[in-house]
């Protein structure tokens, strides 16, 4: 189990919030809104109504002995900034901040946010991916380049082989890490491991060879 602290109970920040907790994780809930720590007071493990730019707020807190501290202040910028700014400098781990424009972003990676979402952006690039390639279920990046992508078996050419056979890495860049079976059965990709149709692969790779490679297997 792991401690959180959650800065605003928007749309974003309240659904991390049921997330951690539903994991069971601890979860600090602060916002200036009465209404809205009400809905989470049975929910989070500790709420607050207080304002997060307000350092005594984040000092009483104890910020710095989470796990992790997640701003989630889309809407109010100068708020976000601040708020980020005195968590990092109070010494916080793990600082994932919510920006809703090109600018925020901007001035929260200077701060020194350790991650910054765009909720709308980032589920809109993934809807996008989606659409233009289906086959790839899931994508998760690990770099500029380079991603990580859930791709299922449905070429009958592949059926049977091992990976050693299949050839992937040599014909199509990209490593198999792990392979799941239709009955449930999985496996790290080895030399010797067969995939046969309808298996799910996990692939690492440049997200152009992936692209590539989820049109032929
Ligand atoms: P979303 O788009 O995810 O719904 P919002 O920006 O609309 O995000 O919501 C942010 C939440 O943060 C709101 O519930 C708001 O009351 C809260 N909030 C805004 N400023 C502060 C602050 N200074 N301290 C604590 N909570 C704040």
Known sequence: MKSFCVIGLGRFGSSVVLSLVKNGHEVVAIDTDA???DDYKDIATHVMIA???DERVLKNVEIDKFDGVVVAIGKNVQASILTTMIVIEAGAKNVVAKATT???????TKIGADK???PEKDAGERV???????DISEYLDLSDDYSFAKIIVKNSKFNGLTL??????????VNVAFV??????ASIGRHN???VLDDVLYVVGTKADIEKFSEII
């Open 102 to 108: 090109d600018v925020q972003i901007k001035v929260l």
């Open 128 to 134: 996008a991916d989606n659409l233009a390639h289906p």
């Open 193 to 195: 491991t067969k995939i």
């Open 51 to 53: 304002d997060a730019t």
């Open 35 to 37: 209404k809205k720590i």
């Open 180 to 185: 799941k079976k239709a009955d449930g059965s």
């Open 116 to 118: 910054i979402i765009q």
């Open 164 to 173: 050693f056979q299949a050839n992937l890495t040599q014909d199509y860049h």
